[in-house]
């Protein structure tokens, strides 16, 4: 390589040539030298780069597919930003628009961390790496919706404000939820006032505060709704050496912390000009001062105490809450929440003149369940006072409230759906007290002794099994609550008639439950046996193999599942050891659900009846048969690349396999057999299922070839006027699977690669839904434009009773006339009522009713006037045996069709019923039903055709196997099915 040319000008004189022309040498020289170690640097530096990083033309395909929950959402704006953990790599941001993911080129070898800002979204930060080889790599960035943060740090004098403030946010919400991860980290920006401002997911979390140089801070569980801006308000990282004079009242010997309390009131205004009196409680001693104005109060208070806080403002309301100061020296900041106060008063009476008044009156305000409003009050207790002239008066918060009004010994009073203002009353009116009943029992320990101040008695409403509504989450709170005497023995009073689940628990040993438990108006009722506390067990589980193919551990998950309901609650979620063994210990005896992981997370094993017995510990051995799967997916005689998932999207077992573009897929399965298939595709839009059959040769592989069937089903969604409706759910059933899809803004859907034979399509929108919609398709067709118009719908209302009166908390399915594929879910209240939705254009209502303490019953009733659905509890047991073949999944066929007096009864509706009785399907053998109306029952199975499509006469008649039999009261009917 040559030296780069240097033109120099300079003024010639004659009398100064040497002058010039030694200057210019040695400068030249200088420039040379100069030249010469730039060109060596630059050498040693490229061959040390071209030695380390790969070439530019090495390049690897890098695909980021958005995914919101199980869809793949269509991105209108946004960027992603690539940060390379390379500093030799220079950072990328890739745009959005208009597309649900987007693809780039990028070294292999290389790792960088992923930070996407979609607008209205949050994504959390997650790291990829580049592999060495291969042609490409995908990686999924989970959108959820975003909610913000914001605040304002308040840092000692001698402390600088920090650039940026760290966020260890922990999910606090219970069980399953769509978050990539349960702990998640969020970076906010702060301004040089401190404050900060980032987005959030919209959930449940427990914040940390870290920043650099500060002692770092939890804050409190704090749920955050979509759109929703949560201000935390001021918050102190470390101590601030402000002080202010003591208390009055308190002692100065001890050391010291401060206490400020800045104030805040909810959103539907400002912090008026305070007046009235705040209180501190601590062991016997109560202090207490004015409140004059709006400024934070410094308190100084005795270092590491603890006090209760009460607040008596003129027309703000606040319930007490406990405060911990911290070490000496220390600043705690508490901002005070305070809510608009409303008056709740009535007049009561007692409907026996001979009882005795009640001494106290208390009345409990919650918000209503699941309320989308953002500045709620919490729920709280309030005592209420009593005059002469029998008038009550209760100040509580301002809004929406459920009100239960509650004195000792008395049946409570129940007020849903109350809106509180500050400027009127609210009256309840004549509130009339009627003794309540009384539970008495008596609790023991298979061994040592039982702790009455540990112990919990509680009487919970036992309720139908099914979906939790807001009346269901409101009807659990009108249980009870009972204390046990230094001999075991309790008593519940002022329980109001109806059917409960008591439940006893204590430290170190099992719950007891026992279900049902009738109450009876104003009487004592008595539990004869003694409630039984055991020991926990151990459940050990044995997985073999030993390890995945890549000889990494199992995932291992293991949930308890409630005796009388279909909830579960997680035990543990990890990984085995690397023999595949898990020990689990002081488990209570139950049953439980386990569930086997590989490293990608494909579920691949789960069995929902694990028995933990109260007599010896459990160990459960899982034998998984593994099969090597490589297979093809074509459609359209074109290699196709989507995502199957063996097993369903939602189901037990789940196996994800993603197709290249040449069609080819490959994973491992539990076992061969039939499987169920749905095929997920973007190009083009395809979501369909299809029922295959694996077949594995000895050396355990099988190469499946799927063909998707050229069809196509289109058409839009109205209204009752004919115009498009944006916002609706299209379902497309066929005799082997269900597929379902949103609708585009303009009301439009599209199936593609629907499978052959009789289909039924029907929308739903919020609580309306379409008729079906039945069509024959054939192959290579096209069928539409359909339109399918959503119903309108009227209030239709009724009542389950019983010989002791309303039936409380009693669920219904409806059904309308023959379209059994759209049910109704309700509930009953306290009083037995019930409202639903129904269409306008039904004449029958088809009702499965599941009345807690009595039996199962069916019943028809018309739609023009109200209903009056009778139950009682003469019944008896009903047993089905349902021949299965191995490898089936664990939920009951849905080809088993069940009919009690010429009404359906579906399997589903059987299964919950069992569960709700302690009672659970355990694959193979026979499921039985208790407490079933009497009746005449028969039930049929057959092959893959379903009961709502016209062959179903055909069907019956055929190739279905029926049995049938009367059901006499206190008896047993067993129903055995043969396949034909």
């Given amino acids: 390589m040559g030296l780069l040319p240097i033109e120099l000008q300079y003024l010639y004189r004659p009398s100064s040539q040497m002058t ?26 490229v061959g040390a780069t071209s030695a380390q990083l790969p070439s530019s033309e090495e390049q690897i395909s890098a695909r980021f597919e958005f995914r919101f929950g199980a869809a793949l959402p269509v991105v209108e704006q946004g960027e992603i930003a690539l940060d390379p953990l390379d500093e030799r790599l220079t950072p990328r941001t890739i745009r959005v628009t208009g597309k649900s993911f987007v693809e780039t080129m990028l070294p292999p070898g290389t790792r960088w961390r992923i930070s996407a800002r979609i607008p209205a979204f949050w994504t959390p930060v997650t790291e990829v790496e580049i592999p060495a080889t291969g042609f490409g790599i995908l990686h999924r960035i989970f959108l959820w919706p975003a909610a913000f943060l914001e605040g304002r740090l308040q840092v000692p004098v001698s402390a600088p404000i920090p650039s940026q403030l760290n966020l260890q946010a922990i999910v606090a919400l219970p ?69 202010r004079d003591p208390l009055p009242g ?91 106060s409303a008056v709740v008063e009535g007049h ?113 409403r036992q309720l139908a099994n099914g979906k939790r509504t807001r009346s269901s989450e409101r009807l659990a709170r009108t249980g009870a609550t009972g204390i046990l005497n230094e001999r075991g023995f309790f008593q519940i009073g002022g329980i109001a008639p109806g059917t409960y689940v008591l439940e006893v628990t204590h430290p170190g040993f099992a719950p007891a439950e026992i279900a049902p438990v009738q109450i009876l108006t104003a009487s004592e009722s008595s539990i004869t046996e003694d409630l039984v506390l055991r020991h926990p067990r151990t459940l050990e589980i044995v997985v073999q193999p030993a390890t995945a193919l890549s000889s990494r551990p199992w995932r291992i998950e293991v949930d308890r599942a409630a005796r009388f309901s279909n909830n579960f609650t997680e035990v543990y979620a990890g990984p085995a050891d690397e023999q595949g063994h898990l020990r689990l210990v002081d488990l209570p ?85 039939r499987w169920k298939v749905e095929v997920k595709s973007q190009s083009p839009p395809i979501e369909t299922q299809r029922d ?111 010989p002791r009166g309303p039936v409380v908390g009693a669920g219904l399915d409806l059904t309308f006339g023959d379209q059994f594929s759209n049910v109704t879910s309700v509930r009953t209240g306290l009083d037995g009522r019930f409202t639903a939705r129904i269409p306008a254009q039904a004449q029958r209502v088809h009702a499965v009713i599941s009345p807690p ?9 018309l739609a023009s006037e109200e209903a009056t659905f009778r139950v009682t509890q003469e019944g008896g047991t009903l047993r089905l045996r349902v021949p299965f073949e191995p490898g089936e999944h664990t939920e009951l066929p849905q080809l088993l069709l069940i009919w009690r007096d010429g009404e359906v009864l579906s399997p589903n509706d059987l299964n919950r019923w069992a569960q709700g009785h302690g009672m659970r399907y355990h694959l193979g053998h026979e499921l039985r ?29 055929e190739v279905a196997s029926c049995a049938s039999g009367y059901l006499i009261a206190g008896s047993e009917l067993v129903l055995e099915l043969n396949q034909k």
Avoid at 33 to 38: F, V
Avoid at 637 to 661: C, H, I, N, Y
């Fill in 589 to 673: 005896p139950a049953m439980y659900r386990v569930t086997i992981l590989d490293p990608a997370g494909n579920r691949l094993y789960s069995n929902y009846h694990v028995e933990v017995g109260s007599e010896a510990d459990t160990i459960h051995e899982i034998d998984l048969d593994l099969t090597l799967i490589e297979g093809k997916l074509r459609y359209d005689g074109e290699p196709l690349e989507a995502s199957l998932f063996f097993g369903g999207f939602f189901g037990a077992v789940r196996v994800q396999m993603d197709s290249d573009s040449e069609g080819n897929f490959a994973g491992m399965l539990p076992r061969d057999g």
């Fill in 929 to 957: 039903v208790p407490k079933v109306a009497t009746g005449q029952y028969r039930a049929c199975l057959g092959p893959r055709s379903m009961a709502r499509f016209s062959s179903l006469e055909r069907w019956l008649a």
């Fill in 348 to 460: 009561w009476a007692l409907a026996d003149p001979s009882q005795s008044p009640p001494q106290q009156m208390r009345i409990e305000t919650s918000p209503p369940p699941r309320s989308r409003q953002s500045s709620q009050p919490p729920a709280a207790i309030v005592p209420c006072t009593m005059d002469d002239q029998r008038t009550f008066r209760c100040t509580v918060a301002a809004g929406q409230q459920d009100l239960i009004l509650r004195a000792d010994g008395f049946v409570a009073h129940y007020f849903w759906d109350q809106r509180l203002s500050a400027a009127e009353a609210l009256s309840l009116g004549k509130v009339q007290w009627i003794a309540g009943a009384s539970l008495v029992g008596r609790v023991v320990a298979e061994d040592g002794e039982i702790d009455p101040r540990l112990c919990q008695v509680r009487l919970l």
């Fill in 175 to 243: 069980g399953n939820t769509d978050l990539p991860a349960k702990r998640v980290e969020i970076a906010c920006d702060v301004d040089r006032e401190g404050r900060w401002h980032c987005p959030a997911p919209a959930t449940k979390l427990v914040l940390r505060l870290d920043a650099p140089g500060l002692t770092p801070r939890t804050l409190p569980e704090t749920t955050l709704r979509e759109g929703q801006t949560f201000d935390f308000g001021p918050v102190v990282l470390i101590a601030d050496e402000e002080g």
């Fill in 853 to 861: 303490g009595y039996t199962l019953t069916t019943a028809m009733a």
């Fill in 692 to 802: 295959i059959k694996i077949h594995a040769n000895r050396y355990r592989e099988a190469k499946p070839r799927i063909d998707l069937p050229v069809t196509e089903v289109y058409g839009r969604v109205v209204d009752e006027r004919g115009q498009a409706v944006a916002v609706a759910q299209v379902s497309l059933a066929t005799s082997e699977s269900n597929i379902s899809m949103k609708v585009d803004h303009h009301g439009e859907f599209r199936f593609l690669a629907v499978p052959e034979g009789t289909v039924a399509l029907s929308a739903e929108a919020l609580d309306r839904f379409s008729s079906e919609t039945r069509l024959e398709v054939f192959p290579d067709q096209t069928y539409g434009p359909l339109e399918l118009r959503l119903q309108d719908l009227v209030d239709w209302s009724g009542q389950v009773v019983s």
């Fill in 20 to 45: 010039i022309l030694a200057s210019f040498s040695r400068v030249w020289r200088a420039v040379h030298a100069a030249l010469l170690c730039l060109l060596v640097h630059f050498l040693v530096c």
């Fill in 250 to 340: 308190l002692p100065t010997t001890e050391a010291t912390a401060a206490l400020r309390l800045s104030w805040q009131l909810d959103k539907r205004g400002q912090v008026p000009e305070l007046q009235g009196k705040l209180r501190l409680a601590r062991q016997g001693q109560l202090v207490e001062f004015r409140v004059k104005d709006d400024k934070p109060a410094m308190l100084h208070l005795p270092a590491n105490s603890v006090w209760e806080l009460s607040t008596d403002l003129k027309g703000l309301w606040r319930p007490s809450l406990s405060i911990s100061v911290g070490a000496a020296g220390s600043i705690t900041e508490l901002p005070v929440k305070l809510w608009r």
